[in-house]
């Protein structure tokens, strides 16, 4: 069984920055994927990055270049730097893991005020 639990989010100006953090506790091997998604009111959930084996990592075109995803092996967390902030950036933010199956957090809400 995994938990994952969510950290760091909250309201920032345009243009500022912030970082989620993602407790992993359980299971999770070293090459199994863990990510970052977003949903924003009225709209569906959406990949923002992941990072996955060998520490490949991926991010959306709305989000290439501001965000960075990192991941520290030996706490078995994953992190979300995300700079240049843009109010379009506003939702709920949720960790993500796959081992034989999905794991969610719970969410954690992103606000940015322009």
């Known amino acids: 069984q995994v938990q994952l639990v969510e950290s760091g989010g909250g309201v920032v100006q345009a243009g500022g920055s912030l970082r989620l953090s993602c407790k992993a506790s359980g299971s999770i091997s070293n090459n199994e994927r863990m990510a970052w998604y977003r949903q924003a009111p009225g709209k569906p959930r959406e990949l923002v990055a992941h990072i996955a084996e060998g520490s490949t990592t991926y991010y959306s075109r709305s989000v290439r270049g501001r965000f960075t995803i990192s991941r520290d092996y030996t706490n078995n967390t994953i992190d979300l730097q995300m700079d240049s902030l843009k109010s379009e950036d506003t939702a709920l933010y949720f960790c993500?893991?796959?081992?034989?199956?999905?794991?969610w957090g719970q969410g954690i809400q992103v606000t940015v005020s322009s």
């Open positions: 993500y893991a796959l081992t034989w199956r999905d794991y």
